[in-house]
Each structure stands twice: as structure tokens, then as C-alpha cells.
């Protein structure tokens, strides 16, 4: 009984889990009232829960804080961008009746865009966390990950249907919800992105340093003639993926 209440035992560590979750979910959401800030915020928790899971404790709310103000820019242009598409796809579907005839074709496409865009955002968000990758860029290879990994993909999407129940089972979960599911599709983001460094272990993978476009031209290797087909002919090293 002494080593399960021990610093090393199960019961401090899950209760760590469940006190960083809590905190995390929390600075999530004061740091998304903004709304448009939603992007950063959410690329700032995968930043500190990939750290965590891989054995790389730091300060949560610095590395929190570090990791918002790092890709804030970028992370909010991403979700403001994403936000149009949404509002475009929903007006065409909400309207499919004025294209008449054409709908039975229009709707199953406007369908395909929709959850082609909910893939990327599951992707696209985390890659901006662990990588330095242009914005051109991180479109790419979020929406290449998202339709290769497709069993990845199923499975952030099942979490996300799990944590929805959960709230709607016991609706008080909302509050911890966004860092219960960033928390376990972290581990799933580390393994894909593993695959794309198989020479790199994962501690070093997801660790402090943020890959420069040249390292990864030379580093990277995500099976890299497919990562050369997502990408412009002639691009030097923006493959930081």
C-alpha cells in the first residue's frame, strides 16, 4: 500500500494527471474568451500535454503561456480561416434547395469539405505545436496526415464522441472536457508524428527544440517521396513535418 500512495505510485500519478488536466482546461479557457484566440489556446495545450506525456515536466502555466504566445499568430489566423470555411459550407448546405436539380450533387460535396475540414483542424493544431512549419504548409500536411492516418483519425474522432457523451451524460465534465480530449489524443499525434522521425526518439521528437526549416530538410523523413508529392515542386525544407 505504501508504494501505491508513494511519489512514484499510481495514485499520485493519475492524480497529477487529473490536477494538470483541471488546470489546463481552465487556462484554456480564460485564454479563449477572446474567441478568435481559440486557435492559440488550443495549440498551446497540445504543446504542454505533448511535453508531459513524453517525460519533458516543465512550469505548466510558462509552457502554456510559451507555447500560446509562440503560435499566436498563426494559430489564429488558422482558426479565423477555418471559421469562414465552416460559415461558407454551413450557408451552402443551409441553401442547398436554391441550386435546385444540382443538389443531390452539390450537398454530398459541400459534406466531403466539411469533414475534410474537421480532419484537418483534428491535425493541424498539433503539428503547429511541435513544429516550426509555414502556413501553407501546415494546411498540407495536416490535411495529408489526416486522410493517411485515417485509423488516427477515427480514433480523435471517437474520442471526441466519447468526452460529448460524457457531457452530456454528466454535464459538469464540460469544464475539464477540452483537456481530457487533448490529453489522450496527444498520445495519438505523438505516434504519428513519430513515424515521420523514426530516427529520433521520442522524448527528442517532441522535446524543447523546434525543428528549422533546413534541419528538416535533411532530418525529416516521413517517407518523404509522399511528403514530396504534398508539396510544391522545388520547395526547399518547408517539409518540417
Known amino acids: 500500500m505504501g508504494s501505491f500512495f508513494s511519489m512514484d505510485g499510481p495514485f499520485y500519478k493519475v492524480g497529477s494527471i487529473v490536477a494538470d488536466i483541471m488546470l489546463l482546461s481552465l487556462y484554456w479557457f480564460i485564454f479563449s474568451i477572446p474567441i478568435v484566440t481559440i486557435g492559440a489556446s ?53 441553401n442547398i434547395d436554391l441550386v435546385g436539380s444540382m443538389k443531390t450533387l452539390v450537398f454530398p460535396v459541400q459534406i ?8 484537418v483542424l483534428i491535425y493541424i493544431f498539433p503539428i503547429i505545436s511541435r513544429f516550426e512549419v509555414k502556413l501553407k504548409e501546415s494546411f498540407k500536411f495536416a490535411f495529408f496526415m489526416a486522410n493517411r492516418h485515417l485509423l488516427t483519425s477515427l480514433g480523435c474522432i471517437v474520442i471526441a464522441v466519447l468526452v460529448l457523451l460524457a457531457i452530456y451524460m ?16 496527444s498520445f495519438l499525434m505523438i505516434r504519428v508524428f513519430k513515424k515521420y522521425r523514426p530516427e529520433i526518439a521520442e522524448e527528442e521528437m517532441i522535446g524543447e527544440a523546434i525543428l528549422s526549416p533546413r534541419a528538416a530538410e535533411t532530418e525529416i523523413q516521413i517517407n518523404s517521396q509522399t511528403l514530396r508529392d504534398i508539396s510544391e515542386p522545388g520547395a526547399n525544407g518547408t517539409e518540417n513535418q
Do not use: S
Not at 69 to 79: D, E, L, M, P, S
Not at 172 to 185: D, E, K, R
Open 170 to 185: 454528466y454535464p459538469l465534465i464540460f469544464l475539464v472536457a477540452i483537456g481530457i480530449y487533448v490529453y489522450l489524443t
Open 42 to 94: 488550443t495549440t498551446a495545450m497540445y504543446y504542454v500535454m505533448t511535453r508531459k506525456i513524453t517525460n519533458r515536466d516543465g512550469y505548466l502555466f510558462r509552457d502554456f503561456f510559451k507555447g500560446f504566445k509562440t503560435n499566436f499568430k498563426q494559430a489564429t489566423i488558422i482558426w479565423l480561416l477555418a471559421l469562414v470555411v465552416l460559415a461558407i459550407l454551413t450557408l451552402n448546405i443551409m
Open 112 to 119: 466531403c469539405f466539411m469533414i475534410e475540414l474537421a480532419l
